[in-house]
């Protein structure tokens, strides 16, 4: 990701270790962000009952960080007892081979800074709300934590066979943007919804976007787009569904995925589950 951007990225790359790791400077925050910490909690905790999967709210009422800004230190003894997972701090975006190389160890780096109150309602990079708030609670799943770690392995093997587009729609209709089905109905598990005051009842609610159905492959080969509401969510199951469907070897699908032309991110296609088509005016021409 950091290497498809010509902008120049936020955050302090000057004194990370080679792993692009950072001592998170907690005593450095300052009130204003600490406050500014809490209003975003606040506006998002009142909505994530409603919006978000069972399993993100059990742990984020665990966590209980509606104080400030969380201290990684604090919160990684409970993560790793629960699974094995740590957090790492990091200056922002990282490339792609080291992001993977933390998820296939277990350690989910969560950048340092926060937004400014200008970006209350939207930023572009993932700052420390977005990466702690939207990740950090299903880390503590043991079926969502495994996914992750294998994701991450996938990733390193995946930049060999040129395959790093397939893996970064996977992970944006899953870990950023997927929805789940439960007892109480249509839930996210995604952390860029979670993060998102906007996106949280739209995923949801809206009559717009298209829900359809997970499909490994049909996911591989559908674009995203990054500076508006999605346009189509993929529903999974359970937490088993995302995790089985990443046991395979990837290397026969990226072969056939590397000759089809990829699908637009409004397109509902002949073989999909679709549990709601979108009524967006924008699809009607
Ligand atoms: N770095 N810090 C950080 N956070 C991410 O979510 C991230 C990244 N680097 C690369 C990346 N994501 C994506 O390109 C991969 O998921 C494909
Ligand atoms: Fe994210």
């Not at 780096?109 to 700052?127: A, G, Q, S």
Request: glycine fraction near 6%.
């Amino acid at each position: 990701m950091a290497g498809e951007t010509d902008h120049k990225l936020r955050g302090n790359y000057e004194h990370m270790r080679p792993d692009y790791t950072v001592d998170q400077p907690w005593r450095e925050y300052s009130q204003a962000e600490h406050e500014l910490w809490r209003r975003l909690y606040q506006r998002q905790a009142s909505l994530v009952p409603k919006y978000a999967c069972q399993e993100f709210n059990d742990s984020l009422n665990a966590l209980d960080c509606s104080a400030g800004i969380p201290d990684f230190a604090e919160v990684n003894p409970k993560l790793k007892a629960a699974t094995s997972w740590e957090i790492v701090a990091v200056p922002g975006l990282l490339p792609d081979k080291t992001f993977f190389e933390h998820l296939a160890n277990r350690r989910f780096p969560v950048t340092v800074w926060l937004r400014t109150p200008e970006e209350f309602d939207y930023i572009v990079e993932p700052d420390i709300f977005h990466d702690f708030f939207g990740h950090v609670p299903l880390l503590f799943n043991p079926v969502f934590a495994d996914y992750l770690e294998a994701y991450g392995k996938g990733g390193l093997k995946a930049e060999g066979l040129n395959a790093l587009d397939f893996l970064a729609r996977l992970y944006w209709y899953t870990v950023e943007f997927g929805l789940i089905e439960t007892r109480k109905g249509l839930r996210t598990y995604g952390a860029g919804i979670i993060s998102s005051g906007g996106e949280l009842p739209y995923c949801i609610d809206s009559a717009d976007p298209n829900r359809i159905g997970f499909d490994l492959m049909r996911i591989m080969n559908t674009r995203y787009k990054i500076d508006t509401y999605q346009e189509t969510y993929f529903v999974i199951r359970d937490f088993k569904e995302l995790f089985d469907a990443t046991a395979p070897d990837f290397t026969p699908y990226y072969a056939q995925l590397h000759g089809k032309a990829p699908h637009a991110p409004w397109e509902v296609l002949p073989g999909d589950r679709v549990l709601h088509r979108g009524q967006s005016p924008r699809r009607a021409a």
